[in-house]
Nanobody
Framework: VQLVESGGGSVQAGGSLRLSCAVS????????IGWFYQAPGKEREGISY???????????DSVKGRFTISSDSTSNTLHTLYLQMNMLKVEDTGVYYC??????????WGQGTQVTVSS
């Protein structure tokens, strides 16, 4: 299983970015997949998940109304997870990771992509 994030960058507060996570090696329609972020000096935290088995979506309160998670599939083993981030705030600055949950554990991770929001 391989997860590769892209789309990070620098943006001014109020701007938008779209993150992508290319997932290969399994059919992620059978799993929950999500986005986490780690602010400088803080622990990694989950911000948005999608359970591809039933389509349930969860967003952290801090991003509700601003971030949207979605996904699509090119084949049974090649998929892309997206995070559309609007109305970005300085406090959204950090490294963003996608992760796949298997057996109740978030045990597959991408390398992360940096998002920097300036005032």
């Amino acid at each position: 299983v391989q997860l590769v994030e892209s789309g990070g960058g620098s943006v001014q507060a109020g701007g938008s970015l779209r993150l992508s996570c290319a997932v290969s090696g399994l059919n992620f329609d059978d799993y929950t997949i999500g986005w986490f972020y780690q602010a400088p000096g803080k622990e990694r935290e989950g911000i948005s998940y999608i359970d591809n088995r039933d389509g349930d979506i969860w967003h952290a309160d801090s991003v509700k109304g601003r971030f949207t998670i979605s996904s699509d599939s090119t084949s049974n083993t090649l998929h892309t997870l997206y995070l559309q981030m609007n109305m970005l705030k300085v406090e959204d600055t950090g490294v963003y990771y996608c992760s796949l949950e298997t057996g109740g554990l978030w045990d597959h991770w991408g390398q992360g992509t940096q998002v920097t929001v300036s005032s």
